[in-house]
Each structure stands twice: as C-alpha cells, then as structure tokens.
C-alpha cells in the first residue's frame, strides 16, 4: 500500500451517533480491509469537562464510551483520531445563552473572545484523557462568515486569513499543550489564495505565509471523477503547505440512500492522483448531512474499492470477490441500495436524492412535481423493490427491509401529488374519491411499514438520540396525507367547494427554470414553502 495511513471518517454530529455496537462492527469490517484509521467526526457530540451545555441532549460520547472506543480500535490496529470544530459548524451550541455570547456570524465562534479559547481548552483537555492518539482535526472549515458579524462590529473588516491565522497560533498553541498535533480542512486558505472557484486569481505566495507551519491540511473535494483534476488541486494545497493530507467522499449525505456508484468513480479518481503525487495519507468521508438519514454501513462497497485502489488493486471482479469474502453479500445486490435515487439516472449522478425530495414534496403543494415524469415511478420503485427482496434474509437484512420499505411508499407517492392535481383540475370528484379510498390509504399502510423497518434500522446502528427528527419528519408526512386525504374526501363528497392549494400552477422548483436531476438536501425546503 502507498499510503502510510488509510481511513476513514464517521460523522457522529448531524443526529446519529453511532451506538457502541455498531462503532465495533465498523472497526472490525474496517480492519480486515487494511484501514488503519478512523477520525470520529463530533462537533458537539462528546463530553466536554466544565461545558454540561455542550452536546446536551443529542447523544454525546462520555469519556469512558470514548476511552473504551479507542482501546477496541487500538486492538484491531487501528488509531481513533478526534475529527473536532473548533470555529465553525457548531450551530448547535448557540441555543444557549452560555454560548451566545461567543457567536460571530452563523456556526462560528468569535475569534479573540476569551471564553472561546477556555472552551477549546476545554475540549482538548478532555479529549487528551480519551483518545491514546495525539492527532486531531481542528475542523475551521467552511467559516465563510468569519469576522463578518460581531467581530466586525468590535474589530472592523479584516481579511479572513488574517483572522483565522490568529486564530489558529491560539488554538494550535492549546493543541500542543495537551500533546496534539492538529490538522485542518484547508477550505479557507485555498479560497483566499485562489478565489471561490480556486480559478479566479492566484495569491498563492501571500497566503502561504498565514499558513502555520505545524498544521496539516486536508485537501478535500466529493464532487468530481477525474483524475487530473484531483493531481490538480493537491498541487495547488502544496503551494499553500508542505503539509497535505487528503479526503475524498464516500456519500452518505443526500437522504437515506448511498451512491456507491458515484463514489467509486470518485474515489478511484482520487486514489490514483494520491499515489502518483506521493500523499502518504488519505481517508473517505461518511457525511450525515440533515439528519443523518443513511447508513453508514450503506457505502461498504465504496469502503472496499477505496481499500483495493489504495493497495494499486483496480480490478473490479477481484475486488467484488474480496466484497462477497468480508461483507458476506453481492457487491451488485449491496449496489442496488442506491437505487431509489437513479429512477432518472441520466441526470447529475453526483448529487441527486429524488427519493428523499418527493418523500416529502407535499401532495397539495409540491415544490418538486414540475420534475417529476409521469408514470414512471410505480414500474419503477415495484420492479426494485423486488429486486431487493433478495437481500432481506442475509446479515444485511435491515437495510435492504429499510429501502425496499421506501421503494414501496415511492411507488404511490413519487407522482402522487401530479395524478391528484391533474385529476382535480379535471373535475373528476369520483376519482378523487376512489383516489384518496385507494392511493392515499394505501400510501398511509405502506408508510407506517417504512416507518417501523427505519426505525429499527436507526435502533441497530445509532443512539436514540436524534431520532425525534425523524418522528416529526415521518410522523408529520403520515398525518399531511391522512390530512389531504380527508380534504379529498371532502371535496368529492360536496362538503368543500375548493381546494386551494390545487388551483395554483405548479412552477419550476425554486425558480431553476431547467433543472437538471431532482437534487434538494434540506427537509426545511421540501415539504413547504411556509415558515417551518
């Protein structure tokens, strides 16, 4: 293998934490594939000592969950290194008035504010007594906002590299204290030396100096398959450092369906710009983006060609047999979980999650059904959802039982929203009728059946903690039908004389005029136009 450290990256912070049992089941797969690390991505999800705000409620590792994860890691070989946020992407924090007071703009902490730099210390005070490993990624990514909100108002306008290179000599300096050595997302100063794009400018040579010399960056990137590219880019972070390490994706963040497909084409591309610039560390991100709604187990065939590529193995049959030898299932069958998201596969397969979006596209007023193909959805879903079938009695049965339960609802309510207005605008009340007596029945049946397969999905792998969101989720689309239906009924019967939501013409999503695939991450959007 080229690459002296090969991991990967759980994301414990967007609702799901990964339960004790399942962290073990990950290592142990995780170590017969030859992956040496694990980064344990937790924004506010562990126990920090003097913070009791911190991680409140939302499932936090204690540190004697945290010091029993490292000891089974370090049996299985593998080194468990804390993947923190130290400036930004701590939203959840900012609820309280403990914290409140040390909120710049957005997610961000306010850089200079003491309290900031006890929190930290706090932090890494804590972590020193959980983890054996003296690594940890500080996080600073994305902090677009930095400087820009009170900061501004006690400091004036500073340029962001500035801030955050004063920021970073402080929280380096308490990093080195408890014996860490830290990298960083190296978003920020990339943006800084080669714009927004990393194409409009080049001030390479000036931002290299705000760049320490005793912090790593990770050159990241999900979203392209070509190599070039990738050779491209880790170029352009060694301008900036020395110091380069990489992350590339493995999807798990667009809903409750991976893409295998898409990640392989990306990890390969990755993998084979690593080896030929010598990047002797590399790791693949498991994100949970909007309520952590997939498995991470759902990726495993992303997870075994990433180990194969790295090892100079790009020989897909031999890589599907070591699949069948350590997961015990297909590749293809395993494959076939991304699915519900390739119904117009055609289009942007990077980041398209249909199933997600007409999930929760709401019947009445549904943001996405100017997307939507009609009678396309039931052959569809039905023939997958068969397809499926055969998965449901191996070791991986749950998360087949979870997305064909999905298939199933998808196949009523893909179109559900489309037949309804058409029918409506039609003034056809008996079917309507014998709509809402069939389709909407049938689709309340078939959504509880996905509820409970989910929830018992949720309940191997993950803390209960978080799964409220899905209750309100789920339990609010459960009583919207039921609702609509009723209205429905109302409406044939001559009891209404309108529906109001169905007399308005359904216009492209968001004002994209030509949308390309049906791509929409945040339930907040979906299931309405109105203030959530």
Known sequence: MDFEKLGVMIDCSRNAVLNREAFRRMAKLLA?????TIRLYTEDTYEVDGEPYFGYLRGRYSKAELREMDSFAASLGIELVPCIQTLAHLNSIFRYAEYGEIKDADDILLVGDERTYALIEN??????????????????DEAFMLGKGKYLLKNGLVPSEKIMRAHLERVLAIAEKYGFSCEMWGDIFTRAAYGENESEFDRAEEVKKEVPENVTLVCWDYYHTDEAYFSDKIERYRKLSDRVNFAGGAWTWLGFCPNNDYSVKEIEAAVRACRKQGVKEAYFTMWGDNGGECSPFAVLPALVCGAEFARGNF???????????????EFDLFCALDLPDKIYSTEKPDCCDPSKVLLYTDVFAGIYDKCVRENTAKPYYEALSDRLKAGEKGEWGYLF??????????????????VTRKLYRAGDKTALAALANGAYTELLNRLEVFYEAYEACWAAEKKPHGFDVQDARLGGLIRRIAHCKRRLLDYADGKTQSIPELEEEILNPFGVQKPEGIAYNYYGALYTVNVP
């Not at 017969?32 to 040496?36: D, I, Q, S, T």
């Open 32 to 36: 017969k594939l030859g992956y040496n």
């Open 123 to 140: 932090m890494f005070r804590s972590l020193a007594q959980c983890f054996t490993s003296r690594r940890v990624n500080i996080g600073m």
């Open 315 to 329: 020989d897909m049959p031999s890589i599907k047999k070591r699949f069948r030898e350590v997961v015990h299932e």
């Open 401 to 418: 039982r979870t997305v064909r339960a999905l298939c199933d609802v998808l196949a009523i309510k893909f179109e559900l929203g489309v």
